[in-house]
């Protein structure tokens, strides 16, 4: 299995049958393909949705967050922006799932912009982390040239401020606590050595850390 | 009763220096013939508040591309690598804004607020010089309303007193946009009779709308 489902896979896990679910553009978007069987979700597209589904046919009119076409499911509901962030600030999405370029041990994230190199802007990536009631960084362990994502302290400019609950990478998955980053799973065949040699941040390992769980 | 112009005619409320907001989302939603006839006009120094710059040949982009926009405050620029250019060369300024807190702002500028309460950019580069209030012990950032001289719209349809109907995921800046400017003309699909429109699908009262275009 590829790195890329192995972490849609585990990041599926997490959702509640019934959560109002925004998933941001690359892995997490591939989240919804692996629902475990009997949650539904309903997903959030902060462009003005709620019932993000496949396309059935291109509209000019129906996009999703990324400007591609989008599908809504029957029951969906369309509004304008500002209300599309009442439902992401104001605490009415359960869960978002984020890449990030850095994310550290206090839950910091940095995933909106490189200075000098790349600046897309942050888009709504800063409202749904303080929003959502929960809030996924879904990405490969490491960076470009094996560089380090999981830091003691982000270096880039943050997006939001100690607003991480969970971390799911090709290698494990991490809980942020008010104590620090806490090891609960290693992916099949993955050593804590291999996420030590992996990581800057500091962890602990849970005493009941286990085996991601994927089919 | 809103008064059905031309695209052309139109541009004689556009004039040089303007600051003009612009409905669309990724060019979802954005007044396409208006835009381009601000590119036929050749208005200049513009500053434009949108969600994005769309992209090269299509949406707000097409503005960046032909040099017309001094000023830009957006939320997401990642998909125009024009804007990315000018803004490195310094011949644009551009301000990054959360895409919730842009909603608020200009939704708090057609309502006759001072601004908005936000938690969204705090510990971030976007609260740097900005006013943090506390109440009852949680801290916000201060964002003030933000309006404009002119709002550039696209609905689906209208009648001729200027009710609109927006369409899908069309929608989103483009009502509150018209709350927030001292003139507003509207691009639309379909005029039809007063009356045909029920009150109770009226997404924007027409009382809002100063200009129809046909698009």
Known sequence: ?215 | MAKVISADQAMAHVNDSAVVMIGGFLACGTPETLIDAMVKKGVKKLTVIANDSGFPERGIGKLVVAKQVKKLVATHIGTNPETGNQMNAKTMEVVLVPQGTLAEQIRAGGAGLGGVLTPTGLGTVVAEGKQVVTVDGKEFLLEKAVKADIALIKAHKADEKGNLVFRKSGRNFNPMMATAAEIVIAEVETIVPTGEIDPDEVMLPGIFVDYLVKG
């Open chain 1, 1 to 215: 299995m590829d790195n890329r489902t192995l972490i849609a896979k585990r990041v599926a896990q997490e959702f509640k049958d019934g959560d109002i679910v925004n998933l941001g553009i690359g892995i997490p978007t591939l989240a919804a393909n692996h629902l475990p069987e009997g949650i539904n979700i309903t997903l959030q597209s902060e462009n003005g949705f709620v019932g993000l589904g496949p396309v059935e046919e291109v509209d000019p009119d129906l996009t999703n967050a990324g400007g591609q076409p989008a599908g809504i499911l029957p029951g969906g509901a369309t509004f304008d922006s500002a209300l599309s962030f009442v439902i992401i600030r104001g605490g009415h999405v359960d869960a978002t799932v984020l890449g990030a370029l850095e994310v550290d041990q206090e839950g910091n994230l940095a995933n909106w912009m490189v200075p000098g190199k790349i600046v897309p802007g942050m888009g709504g990536a800063m409202d749904l982390v303080v929003g959502a009631k929960r809030v996924i960084v879904a990405m490969e362990h490491a960076g470009k040239g094996g560089s380090k994502k999981i830091l003691k302290k982000c270096t880039l400019p943050l997006t939001a401020v100690n607003v991480v609950d969970l971390i799911v990478t090709n290698l494990c998955v991490f809980e942020v606590t008010s104590k620090g980053l806490v090891l609960t799973e290693l992916a099949p065949g993955v050593t804590v050595e291999t996420v030590r040699e992996n990581t800057d941040a500091d962890f602990t390992v849970s005493p009941n850390c286990q085996e991601m769980k994927i089919s």
